[in-house]
C-alpha cells in the first residue's frame, strides 16, 4: 500500500519540532489547576467574580515569546479559551466573558500573535470545545455549536495568518454529533493551511478522526510510530507534555519533571517523526514562574548545540543499543545517544565508563564521516554491509549532555 505525501503547511509543521503549550486563564488565580472548577465542585457564582479580579498585569506577550524562543521552541500554542469558557480573545459581542471585559481590558490573543510574528514565533490557538460556562452546552447543543463556530471564527478572521487550531474537548460527549464539517469548513475558508488538531485526550491517544485533521495527539504519552499506509492524506504527530503535575498553574505542585527527562522525550518523540509540545502555567496574572523558566532555558541550552537535528532530522530504520537512534536530513546522519560515561577519577565519577563502541543496524547509506555536534570531534568508526560501529568518546569532566548527538556526513 502507497503511503501519501505530506503537504507542505503539514511537512512544514514536522519541521516546526519542538513548540510550547501555554494553559492560562481565570483559573490560575487560584493556582489549584486548570480544572479546579469541575473537580473541587466551586460555586459557579463565585468562580465568575474571578474575572473581576483578572488584570493580566504580569502577563507580557514579548517576554512569553523570546522565553519560547530561548528553549529552543518554534511554536507556541496559548489556550484562548479553556473549558472554564472565559475567553482571553475579544469575543465581539457574542458574551462579554472575555478578558476585553474584564479588569485586564486588552485584547490578550491580539498581544500574543503581535509578539511572535515579530519574533519569527508561529502562533497557534488552543480552543476548548467543552464548556463549563455556556448554559446552551448542556441544554441547547446545536446553539452551542454555532456559538462555538462562529468562535473559531473570529480567531481565524482577526488575527491574520495563525499555524493552526488546537481543539479539546470532543471526548466530554463521545456520543454527540459535534458537527465537526462545519467547524472545520470555517477555518478552512479563511485559514487553508492552519493546522487543525482535536485533542483524543489520555484514553484514544494516536487515534485518527475527521478527515480535516492534520494531527493525531498524543497526550501525556510517548508517540508511536505513525503507520501511514493507505492513509488518504499524510497526518503529522504531536505529543503534549506537562513540566509537572497540572496543566494550568498549580502553586503546590513541586513535582517537575527534570531537564534529563525533558530532554529524552523531546529526543524520543522525534525519533518518530512527532512534535513535542511542552506546557508551562503561568501564574494568576501572568507572570512565568521561576522554576518553569530555568527549566525551558536549560532545555534552550541543549538546544543550543543541538537544534539542528532535532528541527531537521527525520526517521531513520536504523536499530540501535537501547535508546539510541538515528535521523536522517538529506545527506546528514544524526546519532543519538543516551548515557554516555563521563571522564573523570574513581574519587569524582560514580558509575561511569568514559568511552565505547555502539552498533547500529540497517544502516544502507556510505558514512565518510562522524563528529560530535557540540566539539566537532571527530569520531572513528567502521562499516560493514548495514552495520555501522562508532567508538563514542564519552563525555569531557565538566559536561553531562543526557543525550549526545553526533553528525554523520554521508558519502
Not at 507534555?241 to 498549580?250: F, K, L, S, Y
Amino acid at each position: 500500500m502507497s503511503i501519501p505525501v505530506a503537504p507542505q503547511y503539514i511537512a512544514d509543521f514536522e519541521q516546526l519540532g519542538f513548540g510550547m503549550f501555554v494553559h492560562w486563564g481565570l483559573y490560575s488565580q487560584l493556582g489549584r489547576g486548570e480544572w479546579i472548577y469541575h473537580i473541587g465542585k466551586l460555586d459557579a457564582n463565585e468562580y465568575k467574580k474571578l474575572k473581576d479580579r483578572f488584570t493580566a498585569e504580569d502577563f507580557n506577550a514579548e517576554d512569553l515569546v523570546l522565553t519560547a524562543k530561548r528553549a529552543g521552541c518554534k511554536y507556541i500554542t496559548l489556550t484562548t479559551r479553556h473549558h472554564e469558557g472565559f475567553s482571553l480573545y475579544d469575543t465581539c459581542g457574542l458574551n462579554d466573558y472575555d478578558a476585553v471585559h474584564s479588569p485586564a481590558g486588552r485584547d490578550l490573543i491580539r498581544e500574543y500573535v503581535d509578539a511572535c510574528n515579530k519574533h519569527g514565533i508561529v502562533p497557534f490557538f488552543y480552543h476548548t470545545t467543552l464548556d463549563w460556562y455556556n448554559p446552551d452546552f448542556e441544554n441547547n447543543f446545536d446553539a452551542y455549536l454555532e456559538y462555538l463556530r462562529q468562535s473559531v471564527e473570529i480567531l481565524c478572521t482577526n488575527y491574520g495568518k495563525i499555524g493552526g487550531l488546537w481543539f479539546d474537548g470532543n471526548w466530554s460527549k463521545p456520543g454527540a454529533d459535534w458537527k465537526e464539517d462545519a467547524l472545520y469548513a470555517t477555518i478552512r475558508k479563511h485559514q487553508p493551511e492552519a493546522i487543525i488538531v482535536n485533542n483524543t485526550g489520555l484514553s484514544a491517544r494516536g487515534e485518527t478522526g475527521n478527515p480535516e485533521i492534520d494531527s493525531v495527539t498524543f497526550e501525556q504519552g510517548h508517540p508511536t510510530p505513525m503507520n501511514r499506509e493507505g492513509m488518504k492524506k499524510y497526518i503529522a504527530a504531536e505529543m503534549c507534555h506537562t513540566m509537572n503535575d497540572h496543566w494550568g498553574h498549580a502553586a503546590c505542585d513541586f513535582n517537575f519533571k527534570s531537564p534529563k527527562y525533558l530532554i529524552e522525550t523531546l529526543c524520543d518523540c522525534r525519533k518518530v517523526g512527532a512534535n513535542y509540545l511542552l506546557n508551562i502555567g503561568p501564574a494568576g496574572q501572568g507572570a512565568i514562574t521561576p522554576m518553569t523558566r530555568a527549566l525551558l532555558y536549560t532545555i534552550g541550552d541543549w538546544m543550543n548545540l543541538y537544534g539542528e537535528a532535532i528541527y531537521n532530522g527525520r526517521p531513520y530504520p536504523a536499530s540501535g543499543l537501547g535508546k539510541n537512534f538515528i535521523l536522517r536530513d538529506g545527506k546528514t546522519l544524526y546519532l543519538f545517544i543516551y548515557d554516555l560515561g563521563r571522564k573523570g577519577n574513581e574519587n569524582v565519577t560514580v558509575g561511569s565508563s568514559y568511552s565505547g563502541s555502539y552498533a547500529f543496524g540497517n544502516v544502507a547509506d556510505t558514512i565518510s564521516s562522524i563528529q560530535w555536534m557540540d566539539s566537532g570531534e571527530a569520531l572513528d568508526f567502521v562499516q560493514k554491509d548495514s552495520m555501522l560501529s562508532v567508538n563514542f568518546t564519552g563525555q569531557e569532566y565538566g559536561s553531562s549532555f543526557c543525550v549526545r548527538v553526533a553528525k554523520a556526513t554521508l558519502a
